[in-house]
């Protein structure tokens, strides 16, 4: 979609640090990370929100969701811990409109987030 920041990253128009691709995903390095991992899971079709996930990406958002658990393994933070996140429209603090699964792990979190 034009105009979208992460379609753009998707299509390398614009760079990022790419940890992980394949034929559906691309899970990039945040540009401002919160922990010591901080990665963004995203589908490379533009789904805006999750407000907007049907049972057709049924099979997309599973593999987000397993990707960051494989992601999480390849950093040695699966057994001590990461959290997932996916912020959803304005009181969930969502800054850009194509869905992205944040990975954060690597140093102890607190709960209930802020
Ligand atoms: P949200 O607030 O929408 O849940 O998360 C958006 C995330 O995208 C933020 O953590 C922000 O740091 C990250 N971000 C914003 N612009 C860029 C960019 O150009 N490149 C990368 N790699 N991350 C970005
Ligand atoms: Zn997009």
């Not at 658990?69 to 959803?88: D, E, L």
């Amino acid at each position: 979609m034009a105009d979208c920041l992460f379609c753009k990253i998707v299509n390398r128009e614009i760079p990022a640090s790419i940890v992980y691709e394949d034929e559906r995903i691309l899970a990039f390095n945040d540009i401002n990370p919160q922990a010591p991992t901080h990665v963004l899971v995203v589908p490379k079709a533009h789904i805006a929100t999750l407000n907007d996930v049907s049972s057709q990406d049924d099979q997309i958002v599973g593999e987000l969701v397993r990707r960051a658990a494989a992601i999480a393994k390849t950093r040695g933070i699966s057994a001590g811990g990461f959290r997932t996140v996916f912020n959803t429209n304005r009181e969930a603090g969502q800054t850009v409109f194509h869905i992205h699964l944040h990975l954060l792990g690597g140093r102890a979190m607190e709960w209930p987030p802020g």
